[in-house]
């Protein structure tokens, strides 16, 4: 039984499979390829295209999806072990994972981090829990990663420049934001944009920003992989210089995690990363791209979102074409045909 946790587990080779058949399910959308399967979307967190699009998607494919929401429509959880449950949650990950294995084919989890703890969240320890007792397979809706999002990063970046990506400039660019947000796409945009063999350039204001070693170690192992290269600047005019991609995203910034009163401060000194027509004139034509949601004119100015070279809707509508290819490969029986 096969997980989609992060694309770190999958090959290079599986993942153009997977791009592959979206690109076959974008032209010809309704297909009864998952005919009586079923889903469990498990939504710890707000969502507009993640619950849009795995639901339309399963139903396109012939399925079905329901959406859980534990603390709200669903029980609260347990995730501890060997604890007393007199607190808030009424049900252990130990039930719920299994009982939600025994209705449906594939179960997906959305949890952001609860950015108390990075050295807590970094463990990934709810959707690792679900998949540990969880006898179908697991999707990953977004956690510290968002690799349904790189998929269809991926997917938009091979429309607009062709399936080959080695020798492209991609620049990953922190941006304003007034809360100090989750990492997950930042860390997954470096992820496949290495996967995907780009000379990648990781842009933030300063040291505190960068990601975690983790993302930087699995970037860099890409880029030997993959032919590519990974780069940490603090300077944007250099970065942007010739650019084919610019990607922005803001985050916060991990040795402030938790702390995000202090973090404020250093936060609000760089207003001016937002990506704007300037610092993309710098750039090879660059395409734009933002995960959405995006805060206009604070993350990026509605010259550029708006512009021809702003692949954030594709992005969008993508999701749903990656997202039935990866909900159909997990199912497939070994060896078979697409
Ligand atoms: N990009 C993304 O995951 O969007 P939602 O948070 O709206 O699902």
Redesign the pocket.
Known sequence: MRHFITTQDWSRAEIEALLSDARALKSEPWQPLLRGKSIALVFFN??????TSFELGMQQLGGHAIVLEPGKSAWPLEFEFGTAMDGRAEEHIAEAARVLSRYCDLLAVRAFPEFVDWSLDRKDRVIRAFAEYATVPVINM?TIT?PC?ELAHAMTLQERLGTDLRGRKYVLTWTYHPKGLNTA?ANSALLIATKLGMDVTLLCPEPAFILDERYIDGARQNAREHGGSLAISHDIERSYEGADVVYAKSWGALPYFGRWEQEKPIRDRYKHFIVDEAKMARTNNALFGH???CRRNVKVTDAVIDSPRSMVIDE?EN?LHVQKSLMHHLLKPPGAAT
């Open positions: 707000n969502s507009l295209r993640t619950r977004e968002h999002q796409v995960c959405l949601p969008a999701r």
